[in-house]
C-alpha cells in the first residue's frame, strides 16, 4: 500500500488523491447573483446533502489551489445569502462543464452555456429550465476551513422549495433514477453516469439482523471463487438455514445431487452458489446450497 501524508505531500497532488478515493461525487449546479443582481451559475462537487428534517444541502466553494482566490459564487453568498441547486444530468453535464470556466463576475454563465434562465419563486437567484430538478435555497451559513490554497469554505443551504419534472417520477411518486439519468464526478477529468447498467438494487432491510460473517461455515469463508460481495450477501442472511430445508434441497435439486458425486464437490458447489447469487432474489436458496456440506 501507498503511504500519503497529508503534511508531507504539495495540496496539488493531495487534492487529486482525494478525489480520485472520494467518488462519485454528486455535483451541485450553484446559481446565485450579486449585490447588483448580476448572475452567476457554477458547479461544486463537493457536495451533498446532510439533513432532510430540516432539508439541509452543504456544498464547498474551496479557494484555488495555485493562487488562493476565491470564486464569485463565495463572494455572492456572502452577499446575497440566497442560491438555487440544480440536478445535473447526462444531457446538460457539456453545458455544466462551459459554467466551470473561470469567466469574469460581470459575464453570465447562463447566456455563456446556453441555458434558459427562469426566475424563482423564493429566492432571488434564477433556475436553470432545462434542468431535472432545481432546489432553492437559503444560505444559514458560510463557514472557513482554513485561509491556504485548497481550504473549503462550507456553505450551508436550507431547501425552502424543490421543483423536479414530472417525466422523472414514477407512478408511485419516486424519482426513477433512469430517468433522471444525473452525472457525478471523479478524480481528475472523469465522471460517471447513474443510469442503465451502473445502477444496481442491493435490498438489505436495516432493522432486521443478520447471521453475519462469522456464522459462515468454514468453507465459505476460505473459499477461493467466492467473492467478497457472495460472502457480504450470505452474511446477510437473517437466519441460516435449517437442516430440514437443505436436506429437502438435495432431494429435488438435479444439478445439486449431479454436484455431490462430482471429484471436488466444494468447489463445484462454490460455482454453483455464484452462480444462484447473481440473482440476488435466491439468496435464501443460496444459502440452503451453502449450507449443504454442515449436513450431508
Not at 466551470?100 to 447562463?110: G, H, K, L, P, R
Request: charged share 25%; hydrophobic share 40%.
Amino acid at each position: 500500500m501507498l503511504k500519503i501524508d497529508p503534511d508531507k505531500t504539495p495540496t496539488r497532488d493531495l487534492h487529486q488523491f482525494l478525489l480520485g478515493i472520494v467518488g462519485p461525487r454528486p455535483i451541485a449546479w450553484v446559481s446565485s447573483i450579486d449585490r447588483e443582481g448580476r448572475r452567476n451559475l457554477a458547479p461544486y462537487s463537493f457536495y451533498n446533502a446532510f439533513s432532510s428534517n430540516p432539508p439541509v444541502l452543504v456544498f464547498s466553494s474551496n479557494r484555488r489551489v495555485l493562487d488562493n482566490t476565491t470564486k464569485d459564487t463565495l463572494a455572492n453568498v456572502q452577499a446575497v445569502p440566497e442560491v438555487v441547486i440544480h440536478a445535473v444530468n447526462h444531457e446538460l453535464v457539456r453545458k455544466m462543464a462551459i459554467t466551470s470556466v473561470q469567466f469574469d463576475a460581470d459575464i453570465d454563465e447562463f447566456e455563456q452555456a446556453g441555458l434558459t434562465a427562469v426566475p424563482s419563486d423564493l429566492v432571488r437567484p434564477w433556475r436553470i429550465a432545462e434542468s431535472p430538478a432545481a432546489m432553492e435555497c437559503k444560505v444559514s451559513k458560510v463557514l472557513p476551513l482554513g485561509e491556504h490554497g485548497g481550504a473549503g469554505n462550507l456553505i450551508f443551504c436550507e431547501v425552502l422549495r424543490i421543483h423536479l419534472r414530472e417525466e422523472v417520477v414514477d407512478e408511485k411518486g419516486r424519482i426513477n433514477p433512469h430517468k433522471m439519468d444525473l452525472m457525478g464526478r471523479l478524480g481528475r477529468a472523469y465522471y460517471v453516469r447513474a443510469s442503465g447498467d451502473a445502477i444496481h438494487t442491493i435490498v438489505q432491510p436495516v432493522t432486521q439482523m443478520v447471521i453475519g460473517y462469522q456464522a459462515l461455515p468454514e468453507h465459505l469463508r476460505n473459499s477461493s471463487i467466492l467473492s467478497a460481495n457472495n460472502l457480504g450477501q450470505l452474511a446477510g442472511l437473517h437466519q441460516i438455514p435449517s437442516a430440514e430445508a437443505c436436506r429437502k434441497l438435495l432431494k429435488t435439486d438435479n444439478r445439486l445431487q449431479e454436484i455431490l458425486q462430482s471429484e471436488n464437490k466444494i468447489k463445484a458447489l462454490h460455482h454453483y452458489i455464484r452462480e444462484v447469487l447473481e440473482n440476488d432474489k435466491e439468496r435464501e436458496y443460496a444459502g440452503c446450497l451453502a449450507w449443504i456440506p454442515e449436513y450431508w
